[in-house]
T-cell receptor
Framework: ETGVTQTPRHLVMGMTNKKSLKCEQH?????MYWYKQSAKKPLELMFV???????ENNSVPSRFSPECPNSSHLFLHLHTLQPEDSALYLC?????????????FGPGTRLTVL | AQRVTQPEKLLSVFKGAPVELKCNYS??????LFWYVQYSRQRLQLLLR??SRESIKGFTADLNKGETSFHLKKPFAQEEDSAMYYC???????????FGEGTQLTVNP
């Protein structure tokens, strides 16, 4: 598959569970991003990675833990989440870590925390 | 701080009518602005960016620095334009991207 892929597409988890979201980009980009999209709120940038190095953590709680083993893969590890963390989590990539570059988005993972 | 405001959460027009989706921003420097679109069951994607001064799918947007606006316009709306539209801003150094809350456009037959 081309572009940016995300798995799983839907996830339901309890507050004590540990789960991971996966993102993969097939575009040869150097920068990858995690966004959170909650109902009735703007898209919120969570993390930015450039050449596998985290360059931005937008005051995200430690129960969200990102991992970027290489420029093509990005994970978001989740543990002891709260119901208010239920949202659509979007992964994106761009050629460079420069927000003037076009962002290419994945389809998202719809997360529900019970 | 950067801020993007899309005052209309919902906008409904008839096919063939003109449409304008409003976007206002607050930023003291020199901004670069974008419109992203999300069609039903599709992923978020770039529609256009002001620096390109292009028209995509009949849509245009002009940056008005005096009014700090970047409204998206199309003279004759089509049903396939129904989607969620997000205005976004970054500074020219590209160090941060801020999205508005989005406007759901519905074009009725």
């Amino acid at each position: 598959e081309t572009g940016v892929t995300q798995t799983p597409r839907h996830l339901v988890m309890g507050m004590t569970n540990k789960k991971s979201l996966k993102c993969e980009q097939h575009l040869g980009h150097n920068a990858m991003y995690w966004y959170k999209q909650s109902a009735k709120k703007p898209l919120e940038l969570m993390f930015v990675y450039n050449f596998k190095e985290q360059t931005e953590n937008n005051s995200v709680p430690s129960r969200f833990s990102p991992e970027c083993p290489n420029s093509s893969h990005l994970f978001l590890h989740l543990h002891t989440l709260q119901p208010e963390d239920s949202a659509l989590y979007l992964c994106a990539s761009s050629q460079e870590r420069d927000f003037t570059d076009t962002q290419y988005f994945g389809p998202g993972t719809r997360l529900t925390v019970l | 701080a950067q801020r993007v405001t899309q005052p209309e959460k919902l906008l409904s027009v008839f096919k063939g009518a003109p449409v304008e989706l409003k976007c206002n921003y607050s930023y003291s420097g020199s901004p670069e602005l974008f419109w992203y679109v999300q069609y039903s069951r599709q992923r978020l994607q770039l529609l256009l960016r002001h620096i390109s001064r292009e028209s995509i799918k009949g849509f245009t947007a002009d940056l008005n620095k005096g009014e700090t606006s970047f409204h998206l316009k199309k003279p004759f709306a089509q049903e396939e334009d129904s989607a969620m539209y997000y205005c976004a801003l970054t500074e020219t150094s590209g160090s941060r991207l801020t999205f508005g809350e989005g406007t759901q456009l519905t074009v009725n037959p």
